[in-house]
């Protein structure tokens, strides 16, 4: 098992427009303990990718779920695009900070970070990619005989290592083997607190990804509501209903632009979600004109980071 992409299916669907996933179980450990139990030469990889975006889009916001060995070193390296990395499960350094779950890190386009030193019980993360067109971007030229990109990013994976010159923002790491954070160039770092918001991309950039949380009381009753570009909403914690479905931690919705969500009402302990807006447009959460000024709906909109009513 080198890198196992999975192609995501909808686990359970209804209403058109709108897919749930689910992540899948194991954890750090991988689906059915497979990144775990591996004998793999640098230890297995495995990973499924989901797509906020149409396939016939120039581009789409990607969310790949990885899951990595043990003590796995992936080696500074670069996207062509911004990216947030989220631990979900286990600890991952990145550069010189030992990341665990909730932690967030989010870098530029371009800007060299790492190495990845994957925690001595293994990680599962997400990285972000804010543009998958651009995700690609590559590793310096003396990483080009790496034992684990020689390896797991050798002739058998579907994606092998590029390895080019360093951009110039990241010149200076020549020789070096770590990224202390407090020197990559743009780095943020933070932790999902509740209701935290990121720019992916220049804030004055409309095609910008958004990642923003959002955590619902108990019972909170969300009217149905559109937005005007994709999005994609992980149940980080807790749980709630759409419609007629229940959704709990792991959880995955991706929503088309348009597409008509039906209520969602909170469960007994609430639920924390992590929002990826495929661009800048949408962020917005437009409700009816109509519900404004329901009572029973004020906690929700009070809750919602940009509420619009149309
Ligand atoms: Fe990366």
Redesign the pocket.
């Known amino acids: 098992m080198i890198m196992t992409p999975v192609e995501p299916k909808a686990v359970r669907d209804g209403i058109p427009g709108l897919t749930i996933n689910r992540l899948r179980p194991g954890g750090k450990d991988g689906p059915d303990g497979i990144v775990r139990d591996s004998d793999q030469l640098s230890g297995a990889a495995w990973f499924e990718n989901f797509f906020v975006g149409g396939p016939d889009d120039p581009w789409r916001l990607a969310i790949p779920d990885v899951r990595m060995a043990r003590n796995q070193l992936w080696p500074m390296?670069w996207?062509d695009c911004w990216?947030a990395v989220i631990v979900l499960d286990g600890l991952c350094m990145v550069g010189d900070w030992w990341m665990e779950r909730g932690d967030v890190l989010i870098t530029p386009a371009k800007v060299e970070y790492?190495p990845?030193l994957v925690g001595p019980k293994g990680c599962q993360l997400l990285?972000i990619f804010a543009q998958d067109i651009l995700s690609g971007?590559g590793y310096a030229p003396e990483y080009r005989d790496h034992p684990t990109l020689e390896y797991l990013q050798g002739k058998k994976s579907i994606a092998p290592a590029a390895f080019l010159p360093r951009p110039d923002i990241s010149a200076s790491n020549a020789g070096r083997q770590t990224t202390p954070l407090k020197e990559v160039p743009g780095v943020l770092t933070g932790h999902l607190s509740g209701n935290g918001r990121w720019d992916l991309g220049e804030a004055s950039d409309p095609d910008r990804g958004v990642m923003l949380e959002t955590t619902f009381a108990a019972g909170t009753v969300i009217p149905s509501h559109r937005h005007n570009d994709w999005r994609g909403v992980l149940v980080f914690d807790g749980s709630m209903r759409v419609g007629d479905t229940s959704l709990t931690q792991d959880d995955l919705l991706v929503i088309e632009p348009g597409t008509e969500v039906p209520q969602l009402v909170a469960g007994s302990e609430g639920v924390h979600l992590l929002s990826f807006a495929k661009t800048a447009a949408a962020e917005p959460t437009i409700f009816s004109l109509a519900d404004r000024d329901e009572p029973r709906y004020q906690t929700a909109f009070a809750t919602v980071r940009e509420a619009a009513f149309e």
């Open positions: 390296h996207h990216i790492g990845l990285e971007g």
